[in-house]
């Protein structure tokens, strides 16, 4: 899942950015609405975080802007913001959730965990595919049971594929919801990946195609 964080104060920034990578989240951090917009207008992210105070745009009016343009984004509010008349305007305005500052990391991961699931209706935090569990949640993997541990890219990439089973999911798109845009991403790199997911697999007895190339295309996750 791609996560877009809006948030001109740099320590809380990185300090939350840092935060969300370590639950396996790839995440692209704007500290201004205009950074914010030309991120916005290069990426499609599965959830956006913004703050409302920033140097040179109101978040409420940069709000606006990204529900305007992105329709079925998913946009969460983080502000110190706290009176009622501000969270109702936010909300009307097209925010999906609104997070009061001080805030705990737990529940802002909490809330992005539930907000990016919505596109996906009854997902939940656990994803199946032949045999094979994720539990979003807590960032394990099982297959038949039996823990197998991914590295936190090869989990992406499999939550990615999982959200959309039987479907041949185009390199691209795993790229563009798995990858931030600071990280070293060398052409074979998903190959790579996908190569050590297929290898581990294997050793926890899944069956071959699980993870399959679709030539030309991409990737599919295949249940039968
Ligand atoms: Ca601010």
């Not at 990426?43 to 105070?53: A, E, G, H, N, S």
């Amino acid at each position: 899942m791609r996560i877009l964080l809006i948030e001109d104060e740099e320590e809380l920034a990185q300090a939350v950015a840092r935060g969300l990578q370590k639950c396996g989240y790839a995440v692209d951090t704007a500290f201004s609405a205009g950074e914010a917009l030309d991120y916005w207008a290069a990426y499609r992210y599965d959830v956006t975080v913004l703050d409302l105070t920033l140097p040179d745009m109101d978040g409420l009016m940069l709000l606006g802007r990204l529900r305007e343009a992105v329709p079925d984004a998913r946009i969460l509010i983080l502000s110190a913001r706290s009176a009622v008349s501000d969270r109702v305007k936010g909300l009307d305005l097209g925010a999906n959730d609104y997070l009061i500052k001080p805030f705990d990391f737990l529940e802002l991961e909490a809330r992005i965990r539930s907000l990016g699931r919505l596109r996906f209706t009854e997902a939940g935090d656990t994803l199946r595919c032949g045999g094979l569990t994720l539990d979003l949640a807590a960032r394990e993997a099982r297959f038949n049971g039996r823990p197998v541990s991914f590295t936190r890219k090869e989990f992406g990439i499999l939550e990615y594929l999982l959200l959309h089973k039987n479907e041949a999911v185009p390199a691209s798109r795993i790229i563009d919801h798995v990858w931030d845009s600071d990280a070293d991403l060398y052409p074979d790199s998903l190959k790579y990946h996908i190569h050590s997911i297929k290898k581990k697999l294997l050793a926890a007895g899944a069956p071959d195609p699980l993870v399959q190339n679709v030539r030309g295309v991409g990737y599919k996750a295949v249940e039968k």
